[in-house]
């Protein structure tokens, strides 16, 4: 029977009152698994393990349950042991790591951030900012929309300046947050968000963070931003 | 700690859904080399790079619509130029100079909105506001 592994924590950190539900329909039981200092989360591997949204937010949940009761390295979705002998012996092998890891995450939590922009808003601070940009617009529109070349034309320099905006609060929304974050790491950029920033913050600084976020988005009605709830640190286990 | 069902989000005013943490939960986290990893065959699909779409002649088109249209809602007869909004704002004072700028060319897009509904609708706007609801909902969509 293979393993299913969920994270790393200390032997010390606090086992659920109820049993956790992980991956697999039905829910395999989640249980500990010991070796020196340290446990592993894991459960029973289901036969055709595959990343559908059931599963993944269980190994979600499982993680963020766990890491409420003290640091937890989270594993990437989808590690499977050939067996717990082997989870056992790689908690072994590794066991310095992990604990260096795990003392370097204490009382800390992730939050990602993704900021996107609101097009209106931008729009208009882009033909606020850009006179000649204003005054083609207006010609266009004295012409009734102006003709196919010039709309390519005019929306190709739009554009171009979007985008710079773009990299502009890209740069903009990591640099607030790096100063007050204990660690940031930059996302994939990707399609739904200019910008996706992972932050590592102690939780005695959360409500500082969270102001920062809230004044980011206050100071700059060009941007939309998403903050997830606290997070396991998935993004500083390396 | 009790057990949480997987459609029930935990309180406290987050609003991370799976699609938000996805990239976290594929791309981060500890990976462990004498570990088989599941197969994410069908789940790659939702890492599309935005930017290769965007330099398009659609997006340029789309672009040069939506300014137009950003003009035509702040009035045929008003200048366009920013000072005298900011101007507008300024005396209200409720805020500060930019962000004035931003709220009250808002506040004038959508005095012009109901002027134009109110008219029939007659004038030339008509267009441009449907390609405006079609884009907010795909947005919608997407989220």
């Given at each position: 029977?293979?393993?299913?592994?969920?994270?790393?924590?200390?032997?010390?950190?606090?086992?659920?009152?109820?049993?956790?539900?992980?991956?697999?329909?039905?829910?395999?039981?989640?249980?500990?698994?010991?070796?020196?200092?340290?446990?592993?989360?894991?459960?029973?591997?289901?036969?055709?393990?595959?990343?559908?949204?059931?599963?993944?937010?269980?190994?979600?949940?499982?993680?963020?349950?766990?890491?409420?009761?003290?640091?937890?390295?989270?594993?990437?979705?989808?590690?499977?042991?050939?067996?717990?002998?082997?989870?056992?012996?790689?908690?072994?092998?590794?066991?310095?790591?992990?604990?260096?890891?795990?003392?370097?995450?204490?009382?800390?939590?992730e939050y990602n951030v993704k900021a996107s922009h609101d097009?209106?808003?931008?729009?208009?601070?882009?033909?606020?900012?850009?006179?000649?940009?204003?005054?083609?617009?207006?010609?266009?529109?004295?012409?009734?929309?102006?003709?196919?070349?010039?709309?390519?034309?005019?929306?190709?320099?739009?554009?171009?300046?979007?985008?710079?905006?773009?990299?502009?609060d890209a740069?903009?929304v990591?640099?607030?947050l790096?100063?007050?974050?204990?660690?940031?790491?930059?996302g994939?950029?990707s399609t739904g968000w200019l910008v996706s920033v992972s932050c590592?913050?102690?939780?005695?600084?959360?409500?500082?963070?969270l102001?920062?976020v809230d004044?980011l988005t206050?100071?700059n009605?060009q941007l939309e931003v998403r903050l997830s709830d606290p997070l396991?640190?998935?993004?500083?286990?390396? | 700690?009790?057990?949480?069902?997987?459609?029930?989000g935990?309180?406290?005013g987050g609003t991370s859904g799976l699609y938000d943490v996805l990239e976290l939960?594929?791309?981060?986290?500890?990976?462990?080399?004498?570990?088989?990893?599941?197969?994410?065959?069908?789940?790659?699909?939702?890492?599309?790079?935005?930017?290769?779409?965007?330099?398009?002649?659609?997006?340029?088109?789309?672009?040069?619509?939506?300014?137009?249209?950003?003009?035509?809602?702040?009035?045929?007869?008003?200048?366009?130029?920013?000072?005298?909004?900011?101007?507008?704002?300024?005396?209200?004072?409720?805020?500060?100079?930019?962000?004035?700028?931003?709220?009250?060319?808002?506040?004038?897009?959508?005095?012009?909105?109901?002027?134009?509904?109110?008219?029939?609708?007659?004038?030339?706007?008509?267009?441009?506001?449907?390609?405006?609801?079609?884009?907010?909902?795909?947005k919608e969509?997407q989220e």
């Amino acid at each position: 029977m293979s393993t299913y592994v969920y994270g790393i924590a200390h032997r010390s950190h606090p086992r659920p009152d109820t049993e956790l539900a992980g991956v697999g329909d039905p829910p395999r039981p989640v249980r500990t698994l010991a070796e020196g200092e340290l446990i592993a989360l894991v459960s029973d591997a289901p036969e055709d393990l595959r990343p559908k949204r059931r599963d993944l937010l269980a190994h979600q949940r499982v993680l963020t349950h766990a890491a409420a009761g003290g640091p937890v390295l989270p594993m990437r979705f989808g590690g499977v042991s050939p067996d717990d002998a082997s989870v056992k012996s790689v908690l072994a092998d590794r066991a310095e790591h992990f604990e260096e890891r795990l003392t370097a995450l204490h009382d800390k939590v992730e939050y990602n951030v993704k900021a996107s922009h609101d097009e209106d808003v931008v729009l208009h601070q882009v033909l606020a900012d850009n006179a000649e940009l204003r005054a083609l617009t207006e010609a266009n529109r004295a012409a009734g929309g102006g003709t196919y070349e010039q709309k390519i034309q005019l929306g190709e320099r739009i554009v171009a300046a979007v985008q710079q905006r773009e990299t502009r609060d890209a740069e903009l929304v990591h640099d607030t947050l790096m100063g007050i974050a204990a660690a940031v790491s930059r996302g994939p950029a990707s399609t739904g968000w200019l910008v996706s920033v992972s932050c590592l913050v102690a939780r005695a600084d959360t409500a500082r963070f969270l102001a920062a976020v809230d004044r980011l988005t206050k100071e700059n009605p060009q941007l939309e931003v998403r903050l997830s709830d606290p997070l396991p640190p998935y993004s500083f286990v390396e | 700690m009790t057990v949480v069902p997987a459609q029930q989000g935990r309180g406290g005013g987050g609003t991370s859904g799976l699609y938000d943490v996805l990239e976290l939960v594929l791309d981060r986290g500890l990976v462990i080399d004498a570990f088989v990893r599941v197969s994410l065959v069908g789940i790659e699909i939702l890492k599309i790079d935005i930017r290769v779409v965007v330099a398009s002649v659609d997006t340029y088109l789309r672009f040069a619509e939506a300014c137009n249209r950003l003009d035509l809602e702040a009035g045929p007869n008003r200048s366009p130029g920013l000072p005298e909004i900011v101007g507008d704002m300024t005396e209200s004072g409720a805020r500060g100079k930019t962000k004035g700028a931003l709220s009250g060319a808002a506040q004038t897009v959508s005095d012009a909105f109901q002027q134009a509904r109110d008219e029939g609708g007659s004038r030339s706007e008509a267009k441009p506001r449907t390609r405006r609801t079609a884009s907010n909902r795909r947005k919608e969509e997407q989220e």
